[in-house]
């Protein structure tokens, strides 16, 4: 079974912002601003351009960017989330795919493709994003948004968000704990890890970032963790 199943009502935030996981709207307001911002950077405007969110869970980045005004397409490995995302936006088509059948997705090619905190989870990186830049059109923009290695360092041990790390100082490869039963394989990557991957595909960096935690946010959402580090590691590119 999927892993990711099990957890498509903790990341689902279509209902009330009061109702939102922590560590669902930590997503929405802290990692996505930062995407946005680095999309704009290449894309002022989404109207007549086509995007797919990989591993777009319920669609709420989906939805995001409809509202930028993109022909958005969703897709994701578990079956729930995408139950989640056909229930609530029916105007966005919502696929059941992995990266190695991402070229059968009828509206490719596409001018952006995102990743809204999917690529930690996915072990063959280098093969992932060889796959997506295939249908990504000339001058298309990448964006993702991923763990900053440094939080999931001050957040490792028993008991905490991450745990399994044989090195955590330089966590590599461990696990994401939600609550007592679920723990999600993690495979983490440094800044200049991804610029290589990005690199022998024909991707150009034209934004990075690390947004902090905001107070406003905190006093809202508490989370329960080690906030002294940004969560996000934000990472745009434009193929060439």
Not at 23 to 31: C, Q, S, V
Not at 70 to 96: R, W
Not at 119 to 148: H, Y
Not at 197 to 220: C, I, W
Request: aromatic share 12%; proline share 6%; with cysteine.
């Amino acid at each position: 079974m999927n892993p990711w199943d099990n957890l498509s009502g903790y990341f689902n935030t279509h209902k009330d912002a009061t109702e939102i996981n922590p560590g669902a709207a930590d997503n929405i307001l802290i990692a996505w601003p930062s995407v946005i911002k680095g999309i704009k950077t290449v894309q002022a405007e989404g109207k007549g351009l086509k995007a797919l969110d990989y591993g777009c869970g319920g669609g709420s980045f989906a939805a995001e960017l409809l509202k930028h005004e993109y022909e958005v397409v969703g897709c994701d490995s578990s079956s729930e989330m995408i139950a989640v995302a056909k229930k609530n936006l029916e105007e966005i088509p919502f696929y059941v795919c992995d990266f190695p059948d991402v070229k059968k997705l009828e509206e490719a090619p596409f001018d952006l493709i995102t990743g809204i905190m999917v690529f930690q989870f996915i072990d063959d990186i280098e093969g992932c994003i060889r796959s997506l830049v295939e249908i990504l059109k000339s001058g298309g923009v990448f964006a993702f948004a991923v763990f900053n290695p440094d939080y999931v360092r001050n957040n490792h041990g028993k008991g905490k968000l991450f745990d399994g790390f044989e090195n955590p100082h330089v966590p590599a490869q461990g696990y994401m704990c939600v609550g007592e039963e679920i723990r999600i394989p993690v495979f983490m990557r440094t800044e200049s890890e991804y610029d290589r991957f990005a690199s022998s595909v024909g991707l150009g960096r034209v934004h990075a970032d690390k947004p902090p935690f905001t107070e406003a946010f905190l006093q809202k959402y508490p989370s329960g963790t080690d906030t002294t580090e940004p969560e996000y590691l934000v990472m745009v590119y434009a193929k060439k």
